[in-house]
């Protein structure tokens, strides 16, 4: 039973709230209880046994929670690199969200969202800003960690969005160099702690974003694993294999599992594959995202994959999927993560 976690409790009314709850609850196990020894379960009998097993999730993650969170987390997005000159990468086992969506000559980049209460070390390499980026940030209020950024995208902060912006060029107190072991522009790198710890400069309001559905892992008996054609060649080919002991799926870069630099691996609850039309905008191959409307997606979890849409109505709301009749999809619990592609026929199926 999919409920969402309340935003906001406050002072007194949170006190008693809580105690008419525990009468309220103390009521239903005694009607539960009366009902059971008459024998047979009734339609009430079974209304109170769902309410009795109401969980509350993180609203990020959709894990259960002991007791609801007192406002949202604060959400950082981070623009990581795929070039292979940048291998190993780092900190990306530690995000709750990724999509990874092509930059120029077709070479993958990621954003990658953190929850505040993340402890990622080390988080890169950090890399710039590019304008549909923009739009999946900001449907989560989210913090935008980068290195600078394509003309459109930086004037696009400054001007006109209401980006939550934390540049390297301005605020470089966040971030560090590695120089000596890797060199520009692979070598820029953060941490949870450094993010966390802009946000007293930044004094924020409390954040507001919408939030996914999410329900318990339900794993079918014949699973399936999926390869992307991601882009020309084979170097930035992927492919999410499917665990059954974990009902997760572990990313493979090209025909190796990837890793981060500390060796963990790269592994996923739910997969989403969107299609969705690019064209390059100028002479550097820079390109342009169609990330407002609608169009084709694939949702591979719990070891199948099946045909369904993604919406996202305005640019700053957050990109929702949904099955052929209409119904909002539910994510299971854990890590999500959405390869963007120009065709669902990228995509192939693996027994």
Do not use: C
Request: proline share 3%; aromatic share 12%; glycine share 6%.
């Amino acid at each position: 039973m999919n409920k969402k976690v309340n935003k906001k409790k406050f002072g007194g009314a949170k006190e008693l709230i809580i105690s008419i709850s525990a009468l309220f609850v103390v009521a239903i196990v005694a009607i539960a209880i009366v009902l059971s020894s008459i024998g047979g379960k009734s339609d009430e009998q079974t209304f109170l046994e769902e309410i009795l097993t109401f969980q509350s999730r993180h609203p990020l993650t959709g894990e259960i929670l002991l007791e609801d969170l007192k406002s949202l987390p604060q959400v950082f997005g981070v623009m990581i690199e795929n070039n292979y000159e940048a291998w190993p990468l780092s900190g990306l086992d530690g995000a709750f969200l990724v999509i990874e969506a092509p930059v120029e000559a077709n070479i993958p980049r990621f954003i990658a969202f953190f929850s505040e209460e993340a402890t990622t070390e080390k988080i890169g390499p950090v890399r710039s800003a590019r304008t549909y980026y923009l739009d999946w940030n900001d449907a989560l209020n989210a913090v935008y960690a980068h290195v600078g950024g394509s003309p459109e995208a930086l004037n696009l902060i400054a001007k006109e969005y209401k980006t939550i912006d934390l540049n390297q060029f301005w605020q470089s107190e966040y971030f560090w160099r590695e120089n000596g072991t890797r060199y520009a522009p692979h070598n820029v790198f953060t941490s949870s702690e450094l993010l966390v710890s802009a946000l007293e400069k930044l004094d924020l309001g409390e954040p507001k974003y919408d939030v996914w559905k999410f329900t318990d892992d339900a794993p079918v008996e014949k699973p399936v694993s999926i390869s992307v054609d991601f882009a020309d060649g084979s170097v930035y080919d992927l492919s999410w294999e499917y665990q059954t002991q974990t009902n997760s799926y572990l990313r493979y870069q090209g025909s190796s599992v990837m890793k981060m630099e500390d060796g963990a691996k790269i592994s996923a609850n739910n997969v989403v594959v969107i299609s969705t039309d690019m064209r390059v905008i100028d002479n550097e191959g820079r390109l342009s995202l169609l990330t407002v409307g609608a169009g084709d997606a694939l949702i591979i979890q719990n070891g199948e994959m099946y045909l369904a849409r993604w919406q996202k109505n305005e640019r700053d709301e957050r990109i929702k999927f949904y099955t052929a009749d209409g119904y909002e999809i539910s994510f299971n619990a854990g890590v999500t993560w959405i390869e963007v592609v120009s065709s669902l026929s990228q995509v192939s199926e693996i027994e």
